[in-house]
C-alpha cells in the first residue's frame, strides 16, 4: 500500500529556533510533492511545492527533496509561536494509471515563546 | 480575488440518510478535488472532476459520487450515510488537474448521528 509517513509529534521549539519536519514516501516514482499548513478547526494551506531534487527556499520556509531517499522535509527558520499548527505532508503517486494526492497524518509543531 | 467556498459549514443528518455538499473553485481554477478528513488525520482523497468528468477516484465507495457543472462548480454526494462518514469534508481547486498546487475551502462537517 502507497504511504506518506510522518512523525505525528508534537514537535516542540523555542521561539526563533529552527523547526525540522519530515516526510517519508514509498512510491518512488512520485514526482509532486506538496507542504500545507493546517490550523486546528482549519482547513490546510498551501505552504511551498517542489518537483526536484534540492532545496527550495520561500521566506522562512526551506523544503528539500531527495528523490533516491524518498524523503522530502520542511525547514522552519526563526520559528514563531504563530508557526503552532500541524504541518501535512502530501504526495501524489501513482494509483490506477492517475496520480494521487496521498497525505500524511501530519506533524503537530509546537512553538513555545 | 475569491478563494474557494463551500456550503454548508456544518451539516447534521442521521444514519441512511443522503446529504449533497457543495463547493465553488477559486477564480481562474478549472479542477476540483474532494477529500475527507477525521480527526487527527491527514486528508483522504475521494475523486476529481476536470471538465466535468471524474478523472480520478480514491478509495471511497459508489455511495459517494459527485459532479461538476460548466461553471467549474461541485457537488459531492454521499448516499447511505453512515457513522463513519462523520468528518470534515475538504474541497481543493488547481488548475489543469492532477499535478498542480490545490487550494483549500473552509471545509464541511458532517456529522452522522
Known amino acids: 500500500q502507497k504511504e506518506v509517513e510522518q512523525n505525528s509529534g508534537p514537535l516542540s521549539v523555542p521561539e526563533g529556533a529552527i523547526a525540522s519536519l519530515n516526510c517519508t514516501y514509498s512510491?518512488?516514482?512520485?514526482?509532486?510533492f506538496f507542504w500545507y499548513r493546517q490550523y486546528s478547526g482549519k482547513s490546510p494551506e498551501l505552504i511551498m511545492s517542489i518537483y526536484s531534487n534540492g532545496d527550495k527556499e520561500d521566506g522562512r520556509f526551506t523544503a528539500q527533496l531527495n528523490k533516491a531517499s524518498q524523503y522530502v522535509s520542511l525547514l522552519i527558520r526563526d520559528s514563531q509561536p504563530s508557526d503552532s499548527a500541524t504541518y501535512l505532508c502530501a504526495v501524489n503517486m501513482l494509483s490506477g494509471g492517475s496520480y494521487i494526492p496521498t497525505f500524511g497524518r501530519g506533524t503537530s509543531l509546537i512553538v513555545h515563546p | 480575488d475569491a478563494g474557494v467556498t463551500q456550503s454548508p459549514t456544518h451539516l447534521i443528518k442521521t444514519r441512511g440518510q443522503q446529504v449533497t455538499l457543495r463547493c465553488s473553485p477559486k477564480s481562474g481554477h478549472d479542477t476540483v478535488s474532494w477529500y475527507q478528513q477525521a480527526l487527527g488525520q491527514g486528508p483522504q482523497f475521494i475523486f476529481q472532476y476536470y471538465e466535468e468528468e471524474e478523472r480520478q477516484r480514491g478509495n471511497f465507495p459508489d455511495r459517494f459520487s459527485g459532479h461538476q457543472f460548466p461553471n467549474y462548480s461541485s457537488e459531492l454526494n454521499v448516499n447511505a450515510l453512515l457513522l463513519g462518514d462523520s468528518a470534515l469534508y475538504l474541497c481543493?481547486?488547481?488548475?489543469?488537474?492532477?499535478?498542480?498546487?490545490?487550494?483549500f475551502g473552509p471545509g464541511t462537517r458532517l456529522t452522522v448521528t
Open positions: 512510491d518512488r516514482g512520485s514526482q509532486s
Open positions: 481543493a481547486s488547481s488548475f489543469r488537474g492532477e499535478d498542480y498546487e490545490q487550494y
